[in-house]
């Protein structure tokens, strides 16, 4: 079921399936700049990532000397989400472990995915709590996927704008994992110009900007997106190397199994720890 929050500026849908929005509108023009999903290309919208970020070595990890098999990025896309609360701009979704996820994920624990309206703004907020008697490991993160190129522009006209830097540090993704090193991504003036070549060795995995701000615009008109994820360690931008019409901004607190990685989910980088009862919270903001 979708459940649809709005104010004066811009209008958003969000899915109890996942807890995951699937539309989000300007109210003035109704362009859409959430992607619909198009199984030629990518089904998904915007998932959640959680309880890991990435891809795990031979999708499975080590805890406790028994070994647990997981798909990449987690469970939570694929559950269904309890609603605790609606307002005309704002909705609450809440999923809890079961007995699925249990064989999965070894821990109980409580997450909830706030969605607000602020101005043109959409702050998506994220709250886990651990419920088990013992540490629980986790990553979250967010898959936000934009209609690319949106109304009236040009898809070469593309580029992502970033503040106060000439080079990006890039983690390097290939399709077994990532490799132990890091790369530079050369910009234009704080600029990376979008192309079929930027995404064929997969996402581009950046960490430790130190502004947590990323503007995607077109040169044919005012249209933009602003991406702002101060709560978050690393972003991934991402699309297909086919040229998909569409472009994905990810903020995560996570990232995939490091290639030789011994599998011990105590180990995996970047994840977070929350001792029984402790909460961790993060969010970012999607500005249209």
Request: hydrophobic share 35%; charged share 30%.
């Amino acid at each position: 079921m979708e459940y649809k929050i709005s104010n004066a500026f811009i209008s958003a849908s969000i899915k109890d399936f996942g807890a995951e929005l699937c539309s989000l509108k300007r109210n003035a023009v109704n362009t859409e700049y959430i992607w619909q999903g198009d199984e030629k290309y990518w089904a998904r919208h915007s998932p959640v990532l959680f309880p890991i970020v990435g891809k795990l070595l031979d999708d499975e990890y080590l805890y406790k000397d028994k070994t647990y098999k997981m798909n990449q990025h987690g469970f939570a896309r694929d559950n269904l989400f309890e609603v605790l609360e609606q307002k005309k701009n704002y909705i609450c979704f809440k999923l809890e472990q079961n007995d699925e996820t249990l064989k999965q994920f070894p821990f109980r624990f409580r997450l909830y995915i706030y969605y607000t309206l602020l101005e043109n703004c959409l702050k998506v907020s994220y709250k886990i709590v651990n419920k088990s008697k013992e540490t629980m490991p986790f990553s979250i993160g967010g898959h936000p996927a934009f209609n690319w190129p949106l109304e009236g522009e040009r898809k070469n006209d593309s580029y992502f704008k970033f503040r106060d830097t000439d080079s990006l540090l890039r983690v390097p993704l290939t399709k077994d994992g990532v490799l132990n090193k890091k790369e530079n991504i050369s910009l234009d003036e704080g600029k990376l110009y979008l192309n079929k070549k930027v995404f064929k060795d997969d996402a581009l995995v950046i960490k430790d900007l130190k502004d947590k701000t990323v503007l995607f615009e077109n040169t044919q008109n005012d249209k933009f997106i602003k991406i702002e994820f101060n709560g978050f360690k690393y972003l991934g931008l991402w699309s297909k190397p086919t040229g998909a019409p569409f472009i994905c901004i990810e903020p995560w607190n996570g990232i995939a199994d490091i290639i030789g990685h011994n599998k011990k989910i105590e180990d995996k980088k970047a994840m977070k720890f929350l001792e029984p009862e402790e909460v961790f919270e993060c969010s970012y903001n999607i500005e249209i």
